[in-house]
T-cell receptor
Framework: DTGVSQDPRHKITKRGQNVTFRCDPI?????LYWYRQTLGQGPEFLTY????????KSRLLSDRFSAERPKGSFSTLEIQRTEQGDSAMYLC?????????????FGPGTRLTVL | GESVGLHLPTLSVQEGDNSIINCAYS??????FIWYKQESGKGPQFIID?????DKRQGQRVTVLLNKTVKHLSLQIAATQPGDSAVYFC???????????FGAGTRLFVKA
C-alpha cells in the first residue's frame, strides 16, 4: 500500500453514461497526476495538478474528460458520455515537489469497463 | 486480479538466477530515469531511479545502468525470487518537470 487510494476500484457502465473517479493522494504531497493504462501498455499521462492548479493536460484528454482538485487534496476525474474506447485502468499518482525528487506514488487504479 | 501486459515481451528466469531487463528511452533531454514494478491489479511501484550524471546505481538486489550515448537503460535483479514476477516499466522525465513518460513494459516470469 503506497498511501494513495482510489475509489471505486472497478466501474462498469453503459456507453453514454457519466462516471466519476476519486483519488486521495498522500496527504503532504502537493503534486497529483492522472494516467490511463490499457492492456499491454505503460501508463499514459493525462493531467497534472500542483496543489489545486491544473497545470497540464494531455491531448489524450478530450473535452469529455475533466479533472478537479478543489482544495489541493483529493482529486476527481469525470468522464462524460463514455465511449467503449474509454475502457482502461485509470491511475492516480502523487509526489512531493522538493529539489531533485520526482518519485511518484501510484494508487491501485480504477478499472473502467464501458459496455 | 487484472492481468497487466498480456502482449508484452516476456523474460523467463529460474529462481535464484539474475535477471536483466532492458529499455530504450526516447528523449535526449531526459535526465531522470525510473524503474517501476507492476503486479496484477496494482498500480506501478517505484523500484529505483537514476539521474543522468550517473551511469550506475545500486539498491537492494537491484542495479540500474544508464548508457546515455545509446539512450539505453537496464535493470538488473540479483537472485531473482518468485515475488519478483511482475511487469517492469522504465520511465523518463526531466528534473523539475512533472511529466513522466513510460516505456513499453517487460513481463518477468520467475520459475520456481
Amino acid at each position: 500500500d503506497t498511501g494513495v487510494s482510489q475509489d471505486p476500484r472497478h466501474k462498469i457502465t453503459k456507453r453514454g453514461q457519466n462516471v466519476t473517479f476519486r483519488c486521495d493522494p498522500i496527504s503532504e504531497h502537493n503534486r497529483l497526476y492522472w494516467y490511463r493504462q490499457t492492456l499491454g501498455q505503460g501508463p499514459e499521462f493525462l493531467t497534472y495538478f500542483q496543489n489545486e492548479a491544473q497545470l497540464e493536460k494531455s491531448r489524450l484528454l478530450s473535452d469529455r474528460f475533466s479533472a478537479e482538485r478543489p482544495k489541493g487534496s483529493f482529486s476527481t476525474l469525470e468522464i462524460q458520455r463514455t465511449e467503449q474506447g474509454d475502457s482502461a485502468m485509470y491511475l492516480c499518482a502523487s509526489s512531493l515537489s522538493i529539489a531533485g525528487a520526482n518519485e511518484q506514488f501510484f494508487g491501485p487504479g480504477t478499472r473502467l469497463t464501458v459496455l | 486480479g487484472e492481468s497487466v501486459g498480456l502482449h508484452l515481451p516476456t523474460l523467463s528466469v529460474q529462481e535464484g538466477d539474475n535477471s536483466i531487463i532492458n529499455c530504450a528511452y526516447s528523449n535526449s533531454a531526459s535526465d531522470y530515469f525510473i524503474w517501476y514494478k507492476q503486479e496484477s491489479g496494482k498500480g506501478p511501484q517505484f523500484i529505483i531511479d537514476i539521474r543522468s550524471n550517473m551511469d550506475k546505481r545500486q539498491g537492494q538486489r537491484v542495479t540500474v545502468l544508464l548508457n546515455k550515448t545509446v539512450k539505453h537503460l537496464s535493470l538488473q535483479i540479483a537472485a531473482t525470487q518468485p515475488g519478483d514476477s511482475a511487469v517492469y516499466f522504465c520511465a523518463e522525465g526531466i528534473t523539475g518537470g512533472f511529466k513522466t513518460i513510460f516505456g513499453a513494459g517487460t513481463r518477468l516470469f520467475v520459475k520456481a
